[in-house]
């Protein structure tokens, strides 16, 4: 039995004072409010439930600081992250990895779902181990300490009418959605990782193939995540060929449904939003990789209110800060708008907590209370930006990364003072993303 006393914690939506919160085998067995600390460790501060991050290409790390010379779109910036894709080996892609997931446990993050594609050598052969890439993030991701979901993706073509793979892209494709069933079939979980099913877009899967995809993800009672709807081009190409929008197509083939994760949603229909709010589609929001890469803003307040759960992602990590990614689904809204208040700040920490631990398929994971996985992020009351706030929900407007100073995963410290407690992290950043430049 750990005990952990938190001088502030959000208990059932709520801020309570001096938490007492009892944890065995990982899980938390009492919760008490308006306790003293008696012996237990002090976690000084306003504590939060572990915050998961739904939308993850680790090895975009690398691309941090690289893209922002010269003017383009999202297009010209996939030219850059091409050429670093190929550059990639299991090895190398291991200890970029474990960094990046180490930066991640830093800024709160308990649980990572992570959107892999880059299964195959560059030229496309498989590796002797077939899911050598992927078995190299979740070993990352125990190194690091957090929980992953893999999300392996299914990735066939380079248009929507079918046109091959080339270049960088042929190390992302399994040939067709069967043998990309087979390969990930033969993933192995871990106590810290679950593996869930990903279709790249409608641009990488043709619709005949989606159907494979959705029934692995059914057999498994996997999550299954898709982009969608990132980009204008994507929409006018999907209409071009198919006659319809790439969420009419996930949806005429069952792709959509309450595990299913949508991810970015830019630019929709009102029909594909309702399409999406009755099928209990979740929505994963990535504000800051939207907003670098210039992609627009999602409709946030609508799709939440046709009945998407709203989660979030930090997606290419142009930054790795959950708090701005929670506060940008209000800020963005308020910028669309010109007006204020469309999601309140316990909405904007359950988007970035509970939301996101359901739609990497961790039930049990997101909130403070009895039989829960003991994930807890205690964020400082007395830095520069968080002195004077208070210990209430709207720290989420005021908090950023460095203000986390204890992360607890399934029981465990991995981040203590506002260090991690095995990985010199930003160290191991420098040389992996060094190495590859
Ligand atoms: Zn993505």
């Known amino acids: 039995m750990t005990r952990y006393w938190a001088e502030h914690a959000r ?21 008490t409010p308006g306790a003293a600390p008696d012996g237990a460790t002090r976690l000084p501060g306003l504590t939060l439930p572990g915050l998961a991050n739904a ?49 991640m446990v830093l800024a709160g993050i308990t649980c990572v779902g992570e959107f892999h594609y880059l299964h195959h050598s560059p030229t496309g052969e498989p590796y002797d181990d077939p899911n050598a890439m992927g078995d190299a993030l979740i070993r990352a991701a125990g190194d690091a300490g957090l929980r992953i979901t893999l999300l392996d993706t299914c990735y066939l073509t ?30 192995t979980p871990a106590p810290h990782a679950k593996v869930g099913a990903a279709v790249h877009s409608v641009r990488a899967v043709p619709a005949d193939q989606l159907g494979t995809i959705v029934d692995w993800a059914a057999s ?8 969608l709807s990132e980009q204008r081009g994507e929409n006018d190409a999907c209409l071009a060929h198919y006659g319809r929008t790439p969420t009419e197509v996930l949806a005429d083939a069952g792709a959509l449904g309450r595990r299913t994760t949508a991810v970015h949603a830019t630019h929709l229909t009102d029909l594909d939003r309702t399409e999406l709010g009755d099928t209990d589609t979740a929505v994963c929001l990535c504000p800051t990789t939207e907003r670098d890469l210039a ?32 506060r940008a689904l209000e800020l963005d809204e308020r910028l669309r708008t010109e007006r204020r208040g469309h999601f309140d700040a316990a909405e904007l920490l359950r988007a970035a907590s509970v939301a ?55 029981g465990r410290i991995v981040v203590r003072d506002g260090g991690h407690v095995s ?8 040389r992996a993303v060094g190495a590859l430049w």
Do not use: K
Not at 168 to 176: L, T, V
Not at 220 to 227: D, I, N
């Open 158 to 187: 380079s248009t929507v009418g079918g046109e091959p793979l080339e270049g960088p892209q042929r190390r992302f494709g399994d040939g067709d959605a069967q043998r990309w069933a087979q390969r990930a079939s033969a993933m």
């Open 356 to 410: 996101g631990h359901a739609a990497l398929g961790w039930d049990d994971a997101g909130t403070i209370a009895v039989g829960q996985r003991a994930d807890l992020v205690t964020v400082r009351l007395d830095s520069v930006r968080t002195a004077g706030v208070g210990p209430g929900p709207a720290i989420v407007f005021a908090a950023s990364a460095p203000d986390v100073s204890h992360v607890v995963v399934d």
């Open 423 to 430: 990985i010199d992290v930003a160290g191991e950043l420098a």
């Open 55 to 103: 939308h993850s290409h680790a090895f975009h790390r690398a691309l941090r600081g690289r893209t922002h010379d010269g003017s383009g779109t999202f297009w010209n910036w996939r030219e850059r992250m091409y050429a670093l894709a190929a550059r990639l080996d299991p090895d190398s892609y291991h200890a970029l990895a474990r960094a990046t997931y180490a930066e």
């Open 295 to 326: 992609d627009g803003i999602g409709p946030a307040r609508a799709l939440a209110d046709a009945g998407s759960p709203i989660c979030l992602g930090s997606d290419s990590h142009a930054i790795i800060d959950p708090f701005e990614e929670a």
């Open 11 to 31: 208990v059932a939506d709520t801020t309570e004072p001096g938490v007492l919160i009892e944890v065995s085998a990982g899980r938390i067995t009492s919760v």
């Open 220 to 227: 498994y009672q996997a999550p299954l995540h898709v982009h």
